[in-house]
Each structure stands twice: as structure tokens, then as C-alpha cells.
Nanobody
Framework: QVQLVESGGGLVQPGGSLRLSCAAS????????MGWYRQAPGKQRDLVAA???????NYADSVKGRFTISGDNAKNTVYLQMDSLKPEDTAVYYC?????????WGQGTQVTVSS
């Protein structure tokens, strides 16, 4: 069982920045893939950014050039730096980790972009 704890969401004005954190209860070396998804009201949960391997990242087209995923193996933590935020980025952001074929989710953190 892997537990994921997210933090860093909040309310920000358009053009602003936020950094999300996701701390895993296991070592990053045992995780096959890890990343961030988001779900807006009435919409499906979609990939935002993820490590698909130790050195390979994948981003949704809508966030390329604005969001950056990074990791700290010593802290078993993955970050999502979000810059130039837009109202359409408003959603609940979820951390996800895949370990040996199982998929684990965090509790979600709300990001609201509004003036």
C-alpha cells in the first residue's frame, strides 16, 4: 500500500504561480511512474504531467511551457510548479503513483485561478 499526501493548492490570480507537492510513503525507486492529474467539475480526470520513467516526462498540451514536474528522491516527493496560471487550470489536482501494476491516488488539492 502506498500513501500519497498532496499540499500546495489554493486561490491564485490569473498569471500567478503555485507549487504542488506530493509526498509518497515509499521510496521513489520502487515507483514505476508518478505524476499529477486534474479534474474540473463535470469533467473527467486528465493527465497534467508525469514521470513515465526516471528520466522521461509527459505533459498535457495545455500546460506545456507553463508547468514543470520535478522530483526529490531523498524526500520521496514530486512537485508540480505551475506558472502563468489561467482560469481554465481551476480543478482538483490529484497525485498518482503506479507500483507493480497497482495505481494509487492522493486525496486531491484544490487549485482555483480567479481574479
Amino acid at each position: 500500500q502506498v500513501q500519497l499526501v498532496e499540499s500546495g493548492g489554493g486561490l491564485v490570480q490569473p498569471g500567478g504561480s503555485l507549487r504542488l507537492s506530493c509526498a509518497a510513503s515509499t521510496t521513489m525507486f520502487s515507483i514505476n511512474a508518478m505524476g499529477w492529474y486534474r479534474q474540473a467539475p463535470g469533467k473527467q480526470r486528465d493527465l497534467v504531467a508525469a514521470f513515465t520513467s526516471a528520466s522521461t516526462t509527459n505533459y498535457a498540451d495545455s500546460v506545456k511551457g507553463r508547468f514543470t514536474i520535478s522530483g526529490d528522491n531523498a524526500k520521496n516527493t514530486v512537485y508540480l510548479q505551475m506558472d502563468s496560471l489561467k482560469p481554465e487550470d481551476t480543478a482538483v489536482y490529484y497525485c498518482n503513483a503506479k507500483v507493480l501494476g497497482a495505481s494509487y491516488w492522493g486525496q486531491g488539492t484544490q487549485v482555483t485561478v480567479s481574479s
